[in-house]
């Protein structure tokens, strides 16, 4: 990206291949950083009514909350692989590298499906907290 970006303003010049490559390694960071944070509990959330529950209560409505995103994911892990399969039978290729979209388009499936890895851990550790008494993991607080 830092070549692309020195092509591009100092020698006004730029690749659509470059572009291409920083594009969808972004979206393939972003779909592995998705996965990343759901076991860390590190995504954005409102966590107002957290302050004022015990911690049963805590650990059942994160439980609640990973089954809810494990239903959604494993729904768009299906979904998603019409359209890698749709690609793949037709052919279609990236406009300046030529290559196969399917290399491309497989981030959303294996993002999610990395999810449910992560999810299903995430489970794991709150059934363990629940039936142990222990307080939930509630992971790292951006500001206290």
């Known amino acids: ?15 659509i291949w470059g572009e291409e490559i920083v594009r969808y390694a972004f979206i393939y960071l972003a779909w592995i950083g998705a ?22 209560g805590k650990a059942l409505l994160y439980i609640l909350g990973d089954l809810v995103m494990l239903g959604v994911a494993v729904v768009s892990v299906y979904w ?7 690609s793949w039978k037709f052919g279609s290729v990236s406009h300046g590298l030529r290559v196969s979209m399917v290399w491309f388009l497989m981030a959303v499936p294996f993002g999610f499906t990395l999810m449910i890895f992560r999810l299903i851990q995430s489970l794991l550790r709150d059934f363990k907290d629940l039936v142990s008494g ?7 607080k951006l500001f206290d």
């Open 134 to 140: 222990r307080p939930v993991y509630e992971g790292d």
């Open 1 to 15: 990206m830092f070549v692309e970006v020195i092509r591009r303003e100092v020698f006004a010049y730029s690749s």
């Open 80 to 86: 998603s692989f019409e359209t890698v399969t749709v």
């Open 35 to 56: 996965a990343a944070v759901v076991r860390e509990r590190a995504h954005i959330r409102i966590d107002v009514l957290m302050h004022y529950l015990p911690d049963r």
